[in-house]
């Protein structure tokens, strides 16, 4: 089963989303939007609904999401919950047609990633590792950045997929490598988030007119896109979830482990990875991970 094709005249691939979470519905529809036939699993009935109202198809059961599928997309929290939706007589592996491609786009471990493109290859289906960065509001925009890891023809296959959901598309490398890549994103955001709400209570407690401050750091060198994106969560304490902290502390878990493996430092990346679980313990892992600001402040004895 295929799509009409499109401007160039090659069919659509018709696709399988599973999961559809604060990035899986966003983007799923995207691709919706984009010409392409979505039928979509997920556990929660109103995410189904969701998707039918944009144009998409509801399944009952990953395998029969699957089943008719060109290419399978993943996109669940954690390894444990790629493993159970892949493994096992219900699993992708043994429903989807020898042929498709599978498309992880969660943010797992890199060693998940490869033994999953393993397995996958003794079932005659092959595996991208593609996690994104953007958040929520990049997979609203369609402006993701996608990290890739596989081989050269299948990425090639799926860049028009990618190209509808993201701005930035890169293959880093065999299988693992999206996933080594995005836990490299993923140490660099939460230290610039730090940074950031570190900045924030001390141009608060010194009397500064934030929004102002703000603006002119954004401005200059201390200026990024995680400033961007997170300045009026900061200004406005708007902690709901984009990125939640629960989900951060996964990452830093990811790449606090695959540094070690490697023998590399992460001297402040480890002082970070301990803030982020404490956040989490304070019962705030629900929270966007720019609550981090919540933390300085109770060091800081100021509001929370």
């Given at each position: ?12 691939p018709?696709?399988?989303w ?30 189904l ?32 919950q790629?493993e ?5 007589p219900?699993?992708?592996l ?5 042929g ?27 595996v ?33 997929i990618?190209?509808a959901?993201?701005?930035?598309v ?6 693992g490598s ?28 010194s ?11 954004n ?5 990024s ?34 540094a ?16 982020v ?10 929270l ?12 800081s004895?100021?509001?929370?």
């Amino acid at each position: 089963m295929s799509n009409p094709a499109d401007s160039s005249g090659t069919p659509r691939p018709a696709i399988a989303w599973i999961g559809l979470g604060i990035m899986g519905s966003p983007m799923s529809e995207n691709l919706v939007k984009a010409g392409y036939d979505v039928t979509g699993f997920t556990l929660e009935q109103d995410k189904l609904d969701r998707l039918t109202a944009a144009g998409g198809t509801a399944a009952g059961s990953i395998a029969e999401a699957v089943r008719d599928a060109d290419v399978v997309i993943t996109m669940v929290p954690a390894s444990p919950q790629v493993e159970a939706i892949a493994y096992g007589p219900d699993g992708i592996l043994e429903n989807a047609r020898s042929g498709a491609l599978l498309i992880d786009m969660s943010s797992i471990t890199p060693q998940t990633s490869v033994d999953l493109a393993a397995a996958a290859r003794d079932k005659g289906i092959r595996v991208l590792d593609a996690p994104v960065s953007g958040g929520e509001a990049g997979a609203v925009e369609a402006v993701l950045s996608i990290m890739v890891g596989g081989e050269q023809a299948d990425f090639d296959r799926a860049r028009p997929i990618f190209e509808a959901l993201g701005r930035t598309v890169v293959l880093c490398g065999p299988h693992g490598s999206g996933q080594t890549v995005k836990a490299a994103n993923q140490l660099i955001v939460a230290v610039n988030i730090q940074a950031c709400a570190e900045a924030v209570v001390f141009l608060e407690k010194s009397g500064v007119d934030l929004r102002a401050a703000l603006d002119v750091l954004n401005g200059g060198l201390a200026g990024s896109t995680v400033l961007t994106r997170k300045k009026d969560n900061f200004l406005q304490r708007d902690f709901r979830p984009g990125f939640r902290i629960d989900l951060h502390h996964k990452d830093m878990g990811i790449v606090t482990d695959a540094a070690r493996n490697v023998g590399a430092a992460l001297p402040v990346g480890v002082v970070v990875a301990q803030l982020v679980a404490s956040l989490r313990a304070q019962g705030d892992g629900g929270l966007d991970h720019s609550a981090l600001l919540r933390a300085v402040e109770r060091l800081s004895g100021a509001r929370v």
